[in-house]
């Protein structure tokens, strides 16, 4: 079955600390690849996607991720994070062809930013 | 521009029982996703509804059931409510059925006492 990985389950930062959270991916076929956040108390927002082309994908916030096909993987990075950026994050993959285009995502990761 | 909205926020319910919650999709959106987020887990999809028909389904029982009204708001209903189904519901809308950025609403948290 196909699924996604996101290999840190909590990260704790110093604010001007460089940021990078891994996500893998299990599937040998095109996919669409997206992160998510969600901050405290607030709903799920899209940070970036990648459907095709550069494979360095640029989002909101500061936030980039790179797509590395021969990996699988398409980690999302920011070079100097925040205190505002504490908040879980979330990895996901839509299969072209999947019933209702449905999000696969990945366990997330808990991000917590010292000041 | 109006987000997408769901209800009721919070909800106490007993095994055995049925819930149903509610969601309006963003303005414009025809497509409405329904995910369960179990405490410290991502989102599961649930089902996907477009033009008032199940369009997609994951891995959940049939108790699991929905509707999609013409104004493209949709329900999640769940009969036999188990200890499990204790999650935090999210609802998800789409401008179209073949696009892929859904928006989320800031969920239903069920608690299945």
């Known amino acids: 079955a196909q699924s996604v990985s996101q290999h840190n389950h909590h990260v704790i930062l110093s604010e001007a600390a460089s940021l990078e959270l891994g996500c893998n991916y299990s599937y040998g076929g095109t996919v669409n690849l997206f992160w998510y956040v969600q901050y405290p108390g607030q709903h799920l927002q899209l940070l970036l996607k990648y459907f095709s082309g550069d494979p360095l994908v640029k989002g909101i916030k500061g936030f980039e991720a790179e797509f590395i096909k021969s990996k699988f993987s398409f980690n999302l990075r920011k070079p100097s994070v925040q205190w505002s950026d504490t908040a879980e994050y979330f990895c996901a993959v839509i299969l072209p062809g999947n019933a209702g285009n449905m999000l696969t995502f990945g366990g997330g990761t808990r991000l917590m930013v010292k000041p | 521009e109006t987000g997408v909205t769901q209800s009721p926020t919070h909800l106490i319910k007993t095994r055995g029982q049925q819930v149903t919650l509610r969601c309006s999709s963003q303005?414009?959106?025809?497509?409405v996703s329904w995910y369960q987020q179990a405490l410290g887990q991502g989102p599961q999809f649930i089902f996907q509804?477009?033009?008032?028909?199940?369009?997609g389904r994951g891995n959940f029982p049939p108790r699991f059931s929905g509707l999609q009204f013409p104004n493209y708001s949709s329900e999640l209903n769940v009969n036999a409510l188990e200890l499990d189904d204790s999650a935090l519901y999210l609802c998800?809308?789409?401008?179209?059925?073949?696009?892929?950025?859904?928006?989320f609403g800031p969920g239903t948290r069920l608690t299945v006492t």
């Open positions: 303005s414009g959106h025809n497509t």
């Open positions: 509804y477009y033009r008032e028909e199940e369009n």
């Open positions: 998800a809308s789409s401008l179209r059925q073949g696009a892929y950025e859904q928006y």
